[in-house]
């Protein structure tokens, strides 16, 4: 794209990336070595850039003494559970918006869409009594219900961009055979459709997986209580200054997100600006 | 009006055969009927409901909701504190979305220039965008810690400042560090898009204009950059929405303190209504941070609709 084969043009190159590459990494670097990092070695007012005596002591603790492991567990139930119940719904809804032709069908999807901006903060207050009437307040479904907020929106977009690419010759063909429209679906689009599937799960996954907002306020027994506001109420107040746990933990938290991003960034990445780019 | 199509077009989802498009419609209705359902029930309603309020007075001490027409609002007008955060989300918006903006557009140019370790590095510099709101707030809190962090030792190292600064505890150091995470966590998604856009450019008009002798700034001004301009807005009307709606970093990182230096608008309604309990003045609120949204996400949606 530019030519850098002047001095000059590749100074600047080296240098912006540099600087922002700094930005970017330096942080997630710092994460790493200061969960490896001993409690001695943590507190000097002048850090040490590479650990000096790497240990695992804080990932043992956090995984043994902490209650980490079953905050893990409660974000595992609750995210997996909304995201499946994301895509199902967002599977069918968005096919339903790609290949049938029905009065309001564009209408009530931009209205779908822009429910995406409506600020989650504002949905909460009126989400917590309702929770509240039908005695879901502090109960995990409560929470997997409510999570349909952040993801449905988008991830409905997502499947409908999709399907619209999906052919109609191929729909029409199975009908000629006289194939029902659900098995259709069911047979011929859905096996053509895993990574755009996937995709959307991850999606939403992460929107519950990430969040803190809902959880701090939909829960309140600690027993129910997910990684976000766990992590928080363990390891930042004014009292306990674990940093080192802090990271150690952290880390465990980031892993199964990361592992995941790691093998279905492809997808994910297309799924996410599809629609935004023609 | 679906039930008057049914009506009118009696036919079973079976006896599909073309030209039966009513029975057709009725399926993607039927389709569509489950999301429909959670739509309404988790979104709209809820939605609604807290529009509704804001005409209402609703505290803790209170069995239901007295109706007290526009008073919140009149509330709000005479609350220098609501005006403060509206403020503050104006200066937190503005700084974190062309922060983003101008970074994410750089490192999006620098990843589309060929280069050894570039895909792996791309791949890394996604990092930030997946890992959870809380992890981004500790690891920036642990960064400008005042005692033990990277920051103030680095700033020593290098003679910028005499003290070690309590950065989370003044205003502005606060502020800093709030837009800071956000820009950073924002980068990945902004040079997502950018790449995307970038990948469409046509590689022969840019080779053109070499020929005549076109350097890279004439390249970038008179070539990407306009080529860019669609991606450009989309990802500005984004950034403006998600960075007025954001709220996990921020409350993980300061609270919204010290004091109410980084209370935006979500940290406000939250605060309000959760930890006051003062469930139709956080409604009000909630309307008017609404208000601020429509702008971004009436463009937004006539774009898309432009778009399809």
Redesign the interface.
Known sequence: ????SSRQ?KTI?CV??AF??F???F??Y??VI?SIKGNTE??????TPVPLAPTLEHFVKALTAGKLPMYLGNSLIVSGASAC?VT???L??G???A????????P?M?F?????????????????P?MSNLGLLDTRLGLI??Y??FA??VS?YMLYSYFSQVPDELI?AA??DGA???RI?HTIVLPISVPPVVTVFLYSF?WS?????YSM?LIVSDDKRT???G??LT??NEVNSD?GG??AA?LL??AP??IA??FL?RYF??G??A???? | MAADMMRNYPVSPLANRRGLKGGQSRIGLLLLLPAAVAFTAVILYPFAKALGLSLFEYTIEMNAPRFIGVSNFAKIAASPDVWAAFATTAIYVLCATAGTLVLGLAWALLMNQPFRGRVALRSLSLLPWVLPSTVSAFVWAWIFNSRYGVLNAFLMEVGLIDMPQAWLSTPQGAMLAVILTKIWLSIPLFMSFFLAGLQSLDKEQIDAARVDGAGNWPVLRDHILPHLRPVLIIVVVLGVIGNLQQFDTIYALTQGGPVRATTVLSVEVYKRAFEQWDIGFASAIGVLWVATLMPPAFFYLRMLVKGN
């Open positions: 794209m530019f030519d850098l043009a190159f912006a990336l922002i590459g930005f970017l990494f942080p997630i710092w994460l200061s943590l507190y000097r007012a002048v850090p119940l199902i719904l967002a069918y809804a096919y339903s918006f290949k049938y032709r029905y009065a309001g069908r564009q009530v931009l779908m869409l822009s429910a995406q901006m409506f600020p989650f903060g504002l949905l909460l207050i009126s989400l917590y309702m219900l409510s349909i907020v449905m929106p409905t029409d009908r000629a029902s429209d659900l679906f992460m997986w990430n969040d803190l907002l306020t990684i976000g506001p992590l928080l390891y930042l940093w802090a990271m952290s938290a980031s997100i990361v991003f790691m960034q990445i297309q996410v600006t629609g935004a780019i023609k």
